[in-house]
């Protein structure tokens, strides 16, 4: 069975095969960025006509498989949680799911973690009309609940304290005054002994920055003014008539280790920044500082050694780096 979806922008098509909705989207635009053209899903057609409307059908394919595939969301979360905490420790434990936007994350969790109460926390209103048909989906609505954002620098009320902190692919898109304020909130709702997770963030200051212009070199160096241009000038994508505010909040300037230090170190004791002792992630760009016990002054403690790595990096042998950091709060003690 073959459904169509109304959509001005495309022609969206749905064929059913043994249980499963295979999805193709012809953009009528063929300039139009689009991540994913088609994929299969358990998602029912109500669902998929859901996210069609207010993702639109260039995202389509890409907001299913971040919840569906497990080489997407799923596959950073295990890498850049599970390295540091076991999947034990989070039982019978309530986490924020900070910037949960459709919710994505959110499922990726419960999956992960089915003994775990979650609450997901979203600006758009629209986003978590998706993030609640997900939920009815999967019928775990008895354990997520989620929350509408009052602005992009507070929290809901009466919001609560959690055991752990998710900041999944959110800390890039968060304008600079608004990391200055959010952040120190979410620490705040952070109990004693517990962690904030912040990852799937580009890191600022790698030399490629592809995840707003798609592959401009050292713009992240360069004056707000001057990379605007750049952007303008030369990105692949069209960025003709965008302002540096919304290139911000697309994530062009990625975050850093000193960065998020620096924002926590104004409000807190010292941030405790773990490294992962499972899985073998001993290679990782957040794990590229050290904190010097004497002056808490963060240091570069392999540099000769990732010269080369970002060399073979700007080369495309592997993955462009991303912040995975784990930070504890320290306890009462």
Known sequence: MTHSLHHADADVMVTTENDKNIISVKMNDNDVYTHIDSCETTYPIDLIEEILKIKGPAWLCDEIM????????????????????????????????FGCGSAASTMVLCRLLPETRITGVELDADLLKIAEARAQHYEVSDRVKFLLSPDGNSLPEDIGDFDYIFL????????????????????????????????????RWFPVETHTTGGLIFINYLPDAIALFYARKMSKRDLVDTSWSTLLRMGIRGGSVGEIRKILNKHSCYPVLLEPGQLGLKDRIDMWYAVLNKTRHLTIKKSLRNIFKLIKLCTGQIFLPALSLAIKKPGDN
């Open 168 to 203: 999944n692919a959110v800390y890039e898109h968060l304008l600079p005054e608004e990391r200055q304020i959010v952040l120190p909130l979410l620490w705040n709702h952070l109990k004693p002994d517990g962690i904030l997770f912040l990852n799937q963030t580009p890191y």
């Open 66 to 97: 971040r919840d569906e595939s497990p080489d997407y969301v799923e596959k950073s979360i295990v890498y850049d949680v599970f390295g540091y905490v076991d999947k034990e420790q989070f039982k019978n434990r309530h986490v924020l799911d």
